[in-house]
């Protein structure tokens, strides 16, 4: 008999306290906030110089298969030297391989971390704030002369919202407190404004 009381006086409560709701652009956040470009920039330029030295490897290996071409099929030497090639190619593909790896890994784990900050941002704003809801959009304009962009801006969760209503600048400011950026990659990038 009590029960029922408790439960209409609680969904009473919750009918008078408006609902707040914001929104967040998180894939913003991830190509314009310093510390975290400079992040994946690290990652980048790992990438750039592993590709230095695989083309240095792959030159390595061309020019011993040069080499084998002068020598006579079913000779010692061929024969030895076919074996290192193999060899060479073999240990190649699986260095290439692990290497791959090991950076995809390392740009997730960076996408990772940064998301869980992000959340820890949006959700301290959010308690600050007294928001009950924070949507994720994405505040790309449409280029009509775009395909790819225009199918995004079309299925966009959401149509509108009130610029008020986006947090976006707040997580930004947040996110400067927790994760530093190297001053050379923030400088030589940059970052955008938001309006």
């Known amino acids: 008999m009590l029960a029922p009381c408790l439960l209409t006086g609680t969904a009473s409560a919750q009918e008078s306290a408006p609902h707040r709701v914001a929104v967040v652009d998180v894939?913003?956040?991830f190509k314009n906030h310093p510390g975290i470009k400079a992040q994946?920039?690290?990652v980048e330029g790992d990438l750039k110089a592993y590709d230095a030295?695989?083309?240095?490897k792959r030159e390595q290996l061309q020019n011993t298969a040069a080499k084998l071409k002068t020598l006579s099929p079913g000779s010692p030497e061929y024969a030895q030297l076919e074996?290192?090639?193999?060899?060479?190619?073999?240990?190649?593909r699986l260095d290439m391989a692990r290497k791959r790896k090991e950076l995809a890994d390392a740009e997730a784990k960076i996408y990772y971390d940064n998301y869980q900050q992000i959340a820890a941002g949006v959700k301290f704003l959010a308690n600050h704030y007294k928001i009950n809801l924070v949507l994720r959009y994405n505040?790309?304009?449409?280029?009509?002369?775009?395909?790819e962009s225009v199918i995004r801006g079309v299925m966009k969760n959401i149509v509108y919202h009130d610029a008020a209503l986006d947090m976006t600048p707040g997580v930004i400011q947040y996110l400067d407190k927790v994760i530093k950026a190297d001053p050379a990659i923030a400088?030589?990038?940059g970052t955008t404004q938001r309006q």
Do not use: P
Not at 53 to 56: A, G, S
Not at 83 to 92: F, I, P, V
């Open 53 to 56: 030295e695989l083309k240095q």
């Open 40 to 42: 994946v920039a690290k």
């Open 27 to 29: 894939a913003y956040i």
């Open 187 to 189: 400088g030589r990038n």
């Open 139 to 147: 505040s790309e304009e449409m280029n009509k002369d775009q395909g």
């Open 83 to 92: 074996e290192q090639l193999a060899s060479m190619d073999s240990k190649l």
